[in-house]
């Protein structure tokens, strides 16, 4: 079992930066694939970004392509999303969550509690 703590979220505007981490418990992040997810207010939850366990290989949603970065520690046990250029739409609750390497909600097993992002115009 993992269980997933996200931090790093909070005010900007628009433009600005962020950068969201998630950190995992356990001997056992490396075995899964980590993706990030967003829940705007009324909206349903979405993904975001996704990271295979060893980290070489990632896959984006087309709405934050070329301004997120996902990448992972497995060292330290650790995800990170890089967030660049941040636009009003990004506002959301962005959830962390280990499973197997998928853009699909359902492909993965352990959430995170979520940290909220608001962008301001």
């Known amino acids: 079992q993992v269980q997933l703590v996200e931090s790093g979220g909070g005010l900007v505007q628009a433009g600005g930066s962020l950068r969201l981490s998630c950190a995992a418990s356990?001997?056992?992040?490396?075995?899964?694939?980590m993706g990030w997810f967003r829940q705007a207010p009324g909206k349903e939850r979405t993904f975001v970004a996704t990271?295979?366990?060893?980290?070489?290989?990632?896959y984006y949603a087309d709405s934050v392509k070329g301004r997120f970065t996902i990448s992972r520690d497995n060292a330290k046990n650790i995800l990170y999303l890089q967030m660049n250029s941040l636009k009003p739409e990004d506002t959301a609750v962005y959830y962390c969550?280990?499973?197997?390497?998928?853009?699909?909600?359902?492909?993965?097993?352990?959430w995170g509690q979520g940290t909220q992002v608001t962008v301001s115009s």
């Open positions: 969550a280990a499973g197997i390497y998928s853009i699909g909600i359902s492909q993965y097993d352990y």
């Open positions: 356990g001997r056992t992040f490396s075995r899964y694939a």
């Open positions: 990271i295979s366990k060893s980290g070489g290989t990632t």
